[in-house]
């Protein structure tokens, strides 16, 4: 299989093959292909990204707000150097934001892939998984009474952590955390927003807050998600996280 948006890392000796289609969803492709032995991966997960004009429902103002703030502050020295990226940050593509996030989360140590690449169309990511496949979702998984409470333990961390960095997932899901080997990794953000600069943070928050506190309620894993997401936000407000 040969995909264009995938030949720039072909060329630069990051994968030797293409194995399969993952997922093709609404916005993006997602392919497993196979590591050059150099990279010291086995495999990586490319994500595609449909051209702007097809993509739908997070090309949606509540999550553009602030973000040129954003990236000016965050790396205006990259901006300024690299022209391409520049125009394309002022054009917001989804792919540089999912990028750029996942740097800084995976240098701040939180449970996302490692970025490895990106082209113009398509990011390369560690691969989460092995040879037989990607790795479940969290909604594939069925923890007892008290695995779920660790998970949402952690999980709720990982919400910490990103805060911590200025950053809310704005989609998180038990469709949005992959499973692997008794940990979690979180996925998909290209629609992170910043709190400092967007205000529907608070709310995408809240909701994110909601979503896995209600996925956990079905192991009798009893928590808030607006109290949890209010403890959190006021945290933040006050610089203590
Ligand atoms: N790093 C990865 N390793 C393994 N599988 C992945 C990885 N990233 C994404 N996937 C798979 O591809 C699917 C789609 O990726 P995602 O980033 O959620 O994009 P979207 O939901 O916008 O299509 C995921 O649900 C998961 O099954
Ligand atoms: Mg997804």
């Known amino acids: 299989m040969r995909i264009e948006a995938l030949e720039p890392f072909f060329d630069e000796g990051l994968i030797e093959s293409v194995i399969r289609q993952v997922k093709s969803g609404k916005e993006a492709t997602v392919y497993m292909c196979r590591a050059r032995p150099w990279t010291g991966g086995e495999f990586f997960a490319a994500k595609v990204y449909r051209p702007r004009e097809e993509r739908s429902f997070r090309n949606d103002a509540m999550y553009r707000e602030g973000r040129m703030a954003v990236l000016k502050e965050r790396d205006r020295r990259a901006v300024a150097k690299k022209t391409g990226w520049g125009r394309e ?15 800084v989360l995976h240098a701040a140590g939180a449970r996302v892939p490692r970025p490895v690449a990106r082209g113009e169309s398509a990011v390369l990511l560690e691969w989460i998984g092995d040879e037989s496949g990607a790795a479940p979702h969290l909604r594939e998984v069925r923890p007892s009474h008290d695995d779920a409470a660790a998970l949402l333990d952690v999980l709720v961390g990982q919400v910490e952590l990103f805060l911590r960095e200025n950053l809310v997932h704005g989609d998180l899901s038990e469709y949005n955390v992959l499973f692997w080997q008794g940990g979690l990794t979180v996925i998909d953000l290209p629609q992170m927003v910043d ?47």
């Open 89 to 103: 940050v002022l054009f917001g593509q989804w792919l540089f934001q999912e990028y750029e996030n996942l740097k």
């Open 195 to 241: 709190p400092r600069f967007n205000h529907s943070a608070q709310r995408l928050l809240t909701r994110d807050l909601e979503n896995v506190c209600r996925y956990f309620a079905r192991f009798g894993v009893q928590r808030e998600g607006r109290w949890v997401a209010q403890g959190l936000w006021d945290r933040w407000l006050r610089s203590e996280l």
